[in-house]
């Protein structure tokens, strides 16, 4: 089974700061996603990594920047964190052209 | 909007039924569609994939696409409490590696 991990599992942070979620991968997949899930709508793709170097924008890119200084990492950053992008924060790996995709156990941030 | 809509919301079922899911898409030249399940604090996890026209069966669970119609299914026979979960459905169009999730149906199954 592939193996995706988050840190870290609980984040609070206050309104204004700068949160950072880490992501590492095992598997060697080429591509990482980052998605939020928020009640009612699914999961939302933030930012997404076709391999060391590479970022795209994904469906809600704002408020977010994204970094993947290799194959097995890849991070989110909210540079001035707001109440609204409270939620919880998936990382997924996957490979080929977007199918099948690994998912991390989740980050749930709270901004106060 | 989301590309990507299902139906119903939620849905309560006794053991033993036949549950069935819906999801709608409104790309047409979108060429992989999957179901995933996300049980209670858990990760989403990858269920059934589909890339052409027709049916898929595996075990309980059967899936059917119709692309004319923009439609995609998930069908679950004898479901079992253990198949509570929210259901995610998805379709990558094959701009770029993305994938495009619903809003999700939350199962209940009761025993």
């Known amino acids: 089974e592939a193996a995706v991990t988050q840190s870290p599992r609980n984040k609070v942070a206050v309104t204004g700061g700068k949160v950072t979620l880490s992501c590492n991968q095992t598997?060697?997949?080429?591509?990482m996603y980052w998605y939020r899930q928020d009640t009612g709508h699914g999961l939302r793709l933030i930012h997404y990594s076709y391999g060391a170097g590479s970022t795209e924008k994904g469906d809600i890119p704002d408020g977010y920047k994204a970094s993947r200084p290799s194959q097995e990492n890849f991070s989110l950053i909210l540079e001035l964190a707001t109440p609204s992008q409270t939620s919880v924060y998936f990382c997924a790996s996957g490979d080929r052209g977007g199918e099948r995709l690994f998912f991390g156990h989740g980050t749930k941030l709270s901004v106060l | 909007q989301q590309k990507v809509q299902q139906s119903p919301e939620s849905l309560i079922v006794p053991e033993g039924a036949m549950t069935s899911l819906n999801c709608t898409f409104s790309?047409?030249?979108?060429?992989?569609f999957a179901w995933y399940r996300q049980h209670s604090g858990k990760a989403p996890k990858a269920l059934m994939s589909?890339?052409?026209?027709g049916e898929k069966e595996e075990g309980r669970f059967t899936i059917h696409l119709n692309k004319a119609s923009l439609h995609f299914s998930l069908h679950i026979r004898d479901s079992q409490p253990s198949d509570s979960a929210l259901y995610l459905c998805a379709e990558n169009n094959n701009a770029g590696a993305k994938l495009t999730f619903g809003g999700g149906t939350r199962l209940t199954v009761r025993p």
């Open positions: 598997n060697n997949h080429n591509n």
């Open positions: 589909i890339f052409s026209n």
């Open positions: 790309d047409s030249a979108s060429q992989y």
